[in-house]
């Protein structure tokens, strides 16, 4: 699909373009912030799941925002799998958040300090057997939020990407333990269309006694009917759309009144690489 038409489909892809944002998920964070006021007294964040890093761009705007005359620098961890083109005043790391080698890692440049705020906007490379994926989304959040209940301060906030299938009461009591506010909120730039919605978590207070393990207690939950919460066991969170309402809605189409610009950040190791190194050498022809 050439660069022009997807400008054409997709308004906040292109507006990300516009305004400098490495992907159109910026929007996201952004219109989830009108509703919550999610950086108000945050000056340290973890961006987990972070690449190419829109997310890490919209901390590192508002954080600076928030500093005053002298104080220190905001503090911004962000971490992924894949390599991500460096962001002034963001300490990258290259891992999976789902090992503990990563949280342990992430843990140790707090330095015994903790975050205010903890995103994670992870999302695995969808397969379409929905069952499957939604499991797998369930088992990234579940390791965002053991890596949080080590690095959050009491009283802080988790933002998360949840899938919301039909498993989705049983993560909310799971965070509704750390969390006593939890509400599950629809950005108007996440498409209609797609299952996706994010947690806000406020108000992070850990169970009395708990003690953060990185031998994660919460995850490989056994989904199915058995567990299913089911009657006053069942957990129903608030749910709220948010982002400017009469704005561009994220399943339209707009016609393209602009030249088409170059994605600010290119992937800096694309899976795709080899296939089009191949192609350019003509190899697929050659293949009988
Ligand atoms: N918030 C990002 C931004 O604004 O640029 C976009 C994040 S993208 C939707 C989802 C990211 O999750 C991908 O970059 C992917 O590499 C990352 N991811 C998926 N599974 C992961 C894991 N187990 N550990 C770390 N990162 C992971």
Not at 45 to 64: E, F, H, I, M, R
Not at 67 to 90: F, H, T, W, Y
Not at 178 to 207: D, G, H, L, M, W
């Amino acid at each position: 699909m050439g660069k022009s038409s997807k400008d054409k489909r997709d308004i906040y892809y292109r507006l990300a373009k516009e305004q400098g944002w490495r992907a159109r998920s910026a929007f996201k964070l952004l219109q989830i912030d009108e509703e919550f006021d999610l950086f108000k007294d945050v000056h340290k964040a973890v961006d987990l799941c972070a690449a190419p890093g829109s997310w890490s761009q919209v901390l590192t705007k508002k954080l600076n925002e928030n500093r005053v005359n002298d104080a220190s620098p905001p503090k911004i961890v962000a971490v992924d799998l894949q390599a991500m083109a460096p962001l002034e005043g963001v300490i990258q790391i290259q891992g999976d958040i789902t090992k503990s080698s990563t949280a342990e890692q992430i843990i140790s440049y707090f330095e015994g300090e903790l975050a205010d705020l903890v995103v994670c906007d992870g999302a695995p490379d969808v397969t379409g057997l929905h069952d499957m994926d939604e499991y797998i989304q369930a088992q990234l959040l579940l390791s965002a939020l053991n890596i949080t209940t080590h690095i959050l301060r009491p009283g802080g906030t988790f933002v998360a990407k949840i899938f919301r299938g039909k498993d989705v009461t049983l993560l909310y009591a799971q965070l509704k333990v750390f969390f006593p506010v939890v509400t599950c909120s629809k950005p108007r730039s996440s498409r209609n269309s797609s299952i996706e919605a994010f947690v806000v978590c406020q108000n992070y207070a850990p169970p009395e006694g708990y003690t953060p393990t990185m031998a994660n207690p919460l995850m490989d939950f056994s989904y199915g009917p058995e567990n299913e919460l089911l009657g006053t066991n069942r957990v129903i969170v608030p749910f709220v759309a948010c982002g400017d309402l009469s704005g561009f809605d994220s399943d339209k189409t707009y016609p393209l009144e602009k030249e088409s610009l170059d994605p600010l950040q290119p992937p800096i190791s694309a899976p795709y690489k080899t296939a089009i190194s191949l192609k350019q050498q003509n190899f697929y022809n050659k293949v009988p």
